[in-house]
């Protein structure tokens, strides 16, 4: 699992547009993504989980924090 802060979202999605997440947490396993629920309090702000991205439009910075599934 990692975590970054202001992550560029450029690779996560296909328009081009170079974009970041506030927050940025990848897990590559069931174990590590209920980790990731277990530890981030998600509830409480705003959040998007993404998979490969080619449905995605970023027009501009994401304020919350984005769960990428790397499984």
């Known amino acids: ?3 970054y802060n202001n992550h560029s979202l450029l ?3 296909t328009f081009g547009m170079d974009v970041k997440a506030a927050v940025f947490i990848e897990y ?3 174990n590590e993504l209920k980790q990731v629920l277990q530890r ?3 509830s409480e702000g705003q959040w998007l989980h993404i ?3 080619s449905n995605l ?3 501009g910075d994401y304020a919350g924090v984005i769960l ?3 499984i």
Do not use: R, W
Request: glycine letters at 14%; zero cysteines; charged letters at 20%.
């Open 1 to 3: 699992m990692d975590k």
């Open 11 to 13: 690779p996560y999605h």
């Open 28 to 30: 590559d396993s069931v």
């Open 40 to 42: 981030e309090n998600l």
């Open 51 to 53: 998979g490969g991205g």
């Open 57 to 59: 439009l970023f027009t």
């Open 68 to 70: 990428h599934s790397a």
